[in-house]
């Protein structure tokens, strides 16, 4: 039995909400804006780092400049929705933060198989008895904040706009892989600039992690329907500030367990069959029989 199966999802959206209904061809803009975005935002701040500095600060996950990197994906998937189906649509767009329902077996994974994931890489790498890193406790409360609202604004864009569009021309496994891909190659310059947490990381391993999160992330999107709230759930939970530092260990785990919920999910995942291929929410015929 397929433990994470899909539900049937063929949602038929708002499409007459707004100026020209979103095609393929939309993937263009969004990428093209969501790299000069952010690319050309971090040569500034590698290129003129003295002078960004004294007006920004050091460059670390509170730096305007590297906050607005970080939301340059969402930002691109929410002006190209408002750009081809007006306000209406874009209020469309926002109602999928209002989907909540997946299998059990996918919300037991949210809540306690990630974390399973990232107590055991650090078990493996030694750091499970490290300290808690935040002193007075109360100081998690502002970190877990930022992990809330600086990595998860990328889903807008990543699973909001760009998955729905690929699942149109690909099979769910390959268009989970190609934009893990293209996502673990925007992250680059995060490790050409100090004050990130990536520029200590290893790439080789955080690039492979990123593509089986990509992966793993794709049959949990179409089981909620297209889901932007299990989106930006699944995102918190890889950043949450709580789990122990598991750099490389948690990035291999990761992958251990896509190739698992793969092989779970072969019978849909390498199918155009029922899989959301729509940026706006599903409608409320499709809603109820799901």
Request: hydrophobic share 55%; net charge positive.
């Amino acid at each position: 039995m397929n433990t994470f199966q899909n539900p049937r999802t063929s949602a038929s959206s708002l499409t007459n909400a707004g100026r020209n209904p979103m095609t393929t061809k939309a993937l263009a803009p969004f990428l093209a804006l969501t790299f000069i975005l952010t690319w050309g935002l971090a040569a500034l701040l590698i290129l003129f780092y003295e002078q960004i500095v004294a007006i920004f600060g050091e460059i670390s996950t509170t730096n305007p400049l590297y906050i607005l990197a970080v939301y340059s994906p969402g930002f691109a998937g929410i002006f190209l929705v408002w750009r081809h189906y007006g306000l209406k649509g874009l209020g469309s767009f926002f109602q999928r933060l209002t989907l909540w329902r997946a299998p059990m077996t996918w919300w037991l994974f949210l809540i306690l198989g990630i974390p399973v994931l990232f107590y055991a890489g650090a078990a493996f790498k030694g750091t499970l008895r490290d300290p808690f890193p935040f002193s007075p406790w109360y100081q998690v409360l502002p970190a877990l904040g930022l992990a809330l609202f600086l990595g998860p604004i990328e889903e807008f864009g990543w699973r909001g706009l760009a998955l729905p569009l690929l699942q149109r021309k690909f099979a769910p496994f390959w268009a989970g892989l190609l934009l893990g891909l293209i996502w673990a190659v925007w992250h680059i310059p995060a490790f050409l600039m100090s004050g990130t947490p990536q520029s200590s990381w290893s790439f080789v391993p955080f690039f492979a992690g990123v593509v089986s999160i990509s992966v793993v992330q794709t049959p949990l999107f179409n089981a909620s329907r297209g889901s932007l709230l299990i989106a930006v759930i699944y995102h918190f939970q890889m950043m949450n500030p709580i789990w122990p530092d598991a750099q490389p260990w948690d990035s291999l785990l990761i992958m251990i367990a896509a190739v698992i919920i793969v092989w779970l999910n072969r019978s849909t995942l390498f199918h155009q069959g029922d899989v959301v291929t729509d940026v706006l929410m599903p409608s409320e015929t499709t809603a109820r029989s799901s």
